[in-house]
């Protein structure tokens, strides 16, 4: 496969760089984890389509270490901790997908 972006284009980025490079154009909510150095600072991201309403996100308890989280009632990650806090709705961050069309 292509790299899409080198590394030291991706070096910058902050937590963008964690977010999936997709050469195609994928529709409808998607879930990322991006991982951080400090597990503490593990983030959930939904992805949604430039121009839709942001999804409402919910988590379902799926068992005692298992969470879905959930856009619009649409499973989009499937997370297992055995240890730390339960998930949010107000921790996962919504991120708006834009695809720039080929000039």
């Keep these: 496969m292509t790299p899409i972006a080198s590394d030291t284009e991706m070096s910058d980025l902050g937590l963008a760089k964690h977010l999936p490079l997709v050469p195609t154009c994928s529709k409808g909510p998607e879930g990322v984890f991006i991982p951080d150095e400090n597990a503490a600072d593990n983030k959930v991201a939904v992805i949604y389509d430039k121009g839709e309403t942001p999804p ?23 997370i297992a901790c055995s240890t730390g806090p339960r998930l949010s709705s107000d921790d996962v961050l919504l991120v708006e997908r834009f695809i720039a069309s080929p000039a």
């Design 56 to 78: 409402t996100i919910t988590i379902s308890d799926a068992s005692a270490c298992v969470q879905t989280v959930m856009a619009n009632g649409i499973a989009v990650a499937v």
